[in-house]
């Protein structure tokens, strides 16, 4: 079943994670939009992150999960970008990949079934 996520990134400029290659390099809504999309949808994201742990065969594999059916749309409202998400992806899986690509700097405004 899909949820739909609504997310604030209330200064894009900031919407970074801690390392560069995972990041959000977006500017403007709709690239953020199609970063988090393309996160959700593939396993690029994962294995990169995956390649950079410790023990890389030791991770958990529910974190390889994808959606291949996962939308995201974005909207610039001012100078904060919202981005609605909606993905069958638990929100555990959601919140680590949105930690990678935009560290502290995106805010989960609510949540409902699709």
Do not use: C
């Not at 949808?41 to 529910?62: A, G, K, N, V, Y």
């Not at 989960?108 to 699709?114: G, I, K, P, Q, S």
Request: aromatic share 8%.
């Amino acid at each position: 079943m899909a949820t739909r996520y609504y997310l604030s990134l209330p200064e894009p400029s900031r919407a970074r994670g801690s390392d560069p290659a995972l990041s959000f390099n977006a500017h403007g809504a709709d690239e953020f939009a199609a970063q988090l999309q393309d996160a959700l949808r593939t396993r690029s994201l994962f294995e990169r992150w995956r390649q950079r742990q410790d023990d890389p065969d030791d991770i958990d594999p529910s974190y390889a999960v994808t959606d291949p059916d996962a939308m995201v749309l974005g909207q610039q409202d001012d100078l904060h970008v919202g981005l609605v998400v909606t993905s069958s992806i638990p929100g555990n899986i959601l919140k680590h990949r949105l930690r990678l690509l935009a560290g502290s700097g995106w805010e989960l405004r609510d949540v409902t079934a699709a």
